[in-house]
T-cell receptor, first 114, second 113 residues
Framework: AQSVTQLDSQVPVFEEAPVELRCNYS??????LFWYVQYPNQGLQLLLK??????LVESINGFEAEFNKSQTSFHLRKPSVHISDTAEYFC????????????FGTGTRLTIIP | ETGVTQSPTHLIKTRGQQVTLRCSSQ?????VSWYQQALGQGPQFIFQ???????GRGNFPPRFSGLQFPNYSSELNVNALELDDSALYLC????????????FGQGTRLTVV
């Protein structure tokens, strides 16, 4: 069985400040890890993913996440946030081929304070 | 825009009724997954269809059922609606790279009264 824990339900951050959204996972098999972003009244958009290889993955809009196998974590970070980053962020895990369902955390609402 | 479209975007149903939600997958994708996202929660996996066959199911009762058609579009049917079925229903399509290339639609907001 797989599970995801997002430790913070809400994170308020001042504009241009750094942010870290925490995610820990549990799985008995090798995993794929994902961060999705959800804007109000919209579906999920893939922000970044870890499949294999380099443990540091980056998105096109400045977010990055690092896969830490020993700590079973996949924290999301951004060095300087913008108002447009206000959204709900979901961490998810999948077991890969043959076990492809995504198991999501409960989400972290990121609020950027001007 | 992901190319995954869901219809309708919103609907209201009465407890006990039946509902059908639709999803058109992205071109070239042969797998469709459905998720239920209750208010303030993360999405929960309902089931997945691969080439018209159910290929995995989450912890949902049998009154949640689905279909996938030869063009890989899909339907989610829910019978005997309950108040707790009120949620955003999300469809995701993926291809041969599995969840590594899953794309979500905008969702259908179902309200059961």
């Amino acid at each position: 069985a797989q599970s995801v824990t997002q430790l913070d339900s809400q994170v308020p951050v001042f504009e241009e400040a750094p942010v870290e959204l925490r995610c820990n996972y549990s799985s008995s098999v090798s995993v794929y890890l994902f961060w999705y972003v959800q804007y109000p009244n919209q579906g999920l958009q893939l922000l970044l993913k870890y499949l294999s290889g380099s443990t540091l993955v980056e998105s096109i809009n400045g977010f990055e996440a690092e896969f830490n196998k020993s700590q079973t974590s996949f924290h999301l970070r951004k060095p300087s946030v913008h108002i447009s980053d206000t959204a709900e962020y979901f961490c998810a895990v999948s077991g890969g081929f043959g076990n492809e369902k995504l198991t999501f955390g409960t989400g972290t609402r990121l609020t950027i304070i001007p | 825009e992901t190319g995954v479209t869901q219809s309708p975007t919103h609907l209201i149903k009465t407890r006990g009724q039946q509902v059908t939600l639709r999803c058109s997958s992205q071109s070239g994708h042969n797998t469709v997954s459905w998720y239920q996202q209750a208010l303030g929660q993360g999405p929960q996996f309902i089931f997945q269809y691969y080439r018209e066959e159910e290929n995995g199911r989450g912890n949902f009762p049998p009154r949640f059922s689905g279909l996938q058609f030869p063009n890989y579009s899909s339907e989610l049917n829910v019978n005997a609606l309950e108040l707790d079925d009120s949620a955003l229903y999300l469809c995701a399509s993926s291809g041969n790279r599995g969840p590594a290339e899953a794309f979500f639609g905008q969702g259908t907001r179902l309200t059961v009264v």
